[in-house]
């Protein structure tokens, strides 16, 4: 049905381009677009804290472009978590429309809707650039938008943190046994994951993490990477930083309340979607600039930091964890079934072309 | 003067910002929007034949969204080769005005203006989500508008078709002297480098290269990857498929004539601008997703296709050539170095997050 769909898309772009003959007229929406004079007032409910780096970065840029290519028809406020006091609100915020809009994360929602899970990031699976093509062409979109639907929302990618670490440990990691009891501040899916070879997933606010590492309460913690990393300050208290295995390519998202959408003018409701992607974009190529500069200054100033990657039979054990948590969800529900089917099948396909393209190139370069 | 425009840049979004307490109000430019009832057609120059996949769909999307968010108003006009006749001719085409706009590569302009060729992708350079980061916040963009605007235009990323392979090859290559006269159609800066080393780079018209790879007329060839390579058939008449090295990310370029730009009114040069930006993400999802499926049905149907890398001391020869010519450029001209210098100091912080990142990832999952 799936593939029926994506065929039925191609078969109507084509239709619609032959049928222009290479044009794409003015036509009777240029009308539509004269006859609306209204300014269209909406307000975005954020889960970061006022100016946060990059995430809240991608909500200015997006209210920006809908403001500029909407010729100021569109005006979007952003709260952020200081103003409307629910970090973990957003969901609720747009599905009942207390909100228009929201930027959050989808994996945040697995409580209300546990296939909601699937659209940020899992861990042993795509890469950022493999994943934008799965949302793009591989049917992501598709399977999103079935999932939200049944919400009255729409979902878009939101912005990418890139590849994240592993986290900041106290002690080397060297086998299996060592995670035994380690207890870790590493939420949602991948927390249940270390569960489940053995360590103690804890969950502490944001602004105890320092202390909590510092003081030993927490034996490791994983946050994002450099890009925002650094401000936090880990690097001075933990001296091990992991490569990442739990989310390869998180995305975050934006949330649509669907009745308010489909409320606004056809050139508005492009404008909206299409801002929000491209500010999505956009913010992936911040974080990797950020990452990159971050790193940089964190290895400057704390030459010290020792990068480490698990050993293979600590990932391995994580890998066989993972599948059969997944393997528990497929069984439960026809609907999640279909989604890590669709994931895996594009993920065996993208990951052949990565090792003979970019996986290759890195490697031959010798870094 | 770069780094001091990046800050004042910044800044005055900061500012911006601040100034509106978190909210991106309808001004003035609502009134001009709705005073504005004319439809702006604009007509298209590309390189690509009509219907060339991935690079062509890249532009007929920029199409559709240009004319949806603009209700209409922006009426895009693609011609193809077949009609303009003149594959090449695009950086004339836009700077003269007779065309508004094109579709192409920077690099193809190295003959009229030297400083053109850094904007495609580099020899042992960086990788599309790399070069995405240095165009968007590493001042990419900044010397691509002072290049462009010396001839009355401006350019945008237009697609990346992600990491190019290095070729189809008749005979293995095992050291630099396998390269000695070795008869290879590579066009281009990456041309000059095989040349540097011995080898003889041909051009050759695209619909005579099958021919000529299978009687032997060339010993190899490169063109893009499976995205494009599959409909092509090399794979049929050689047998070793090398991974890429010369044009690690290759980025397709828009062009728009600034006068012209400068004369639609403020929202639609927005919203012009900001397509193309996001047709060209779309289009990298797009190649990625193409190369994945084409690689997988290439595998399945040509099982006996070899997927080689060169040697190091191949790479190493190489890469030698090819700083020799890049600090050749450097020497000659101070925009050069002011670009090359850019690009490598951002490639050096961009790799070493990359090494522990993406590249650590996909190792260490054993691929």
Redesign the interface.
Known sequence: MKKLMQLFTAVA?VT??NANA?????????????QD?K?Y?LTLAETWPSNFPVFGDAT?KF??????????????????KN?HKSALGIFDFVKSGQYDLGHSASYYWKGKDANTLYFTTMP?GM????Q???????GGQELMDKVYAKHGMKSIIGGNT??Q?GGWFKKEINTVEDLQGLKMRIPGFAGDVMAKVGAKPTNIPAGELYTALDRGTIDALEWV??SLDLRMGFHKVAPY?Y???HE?ATELQFLINLKKLNSL???LQ??LT??M??AA??M???S??????N??TM?KDYPNIQ?K??P?PV?DALKQANTELLEERAKSDPVAKEIIDSQQA?LA???????????????????
Do not use: C
């Open positions: 772009l619609i381009t290479g044009w794409f007229d003015g036509d009777d929406k240029a009308t539509e677009a004269k004079n300014v007032t200015k209210a920006q472009l809908a403001h500029d290519m909407s010729g100021g028809r569109l005006a979007i406020r952003i709260d952020s103003k042993f890469t950022a650039s493999e934008h093509a799965w949302f793009a062409y591989g890139g590849n670490m990477g450099p930083y490569t990442g295995w390869p003018p056809k050139d492009d404008i299409n801002a992607e491209l974009y956009d992936y190529a911040h990797e600039y950020a990452s990159a500069k790193w940089a290895k990068v990657t698990f293979k990932f594009y396909k993208a990951r052949a072309w990565t090792a003979i393209s970019d996986q290759s190139y890195l490697n031959a370069l010798g870094n």
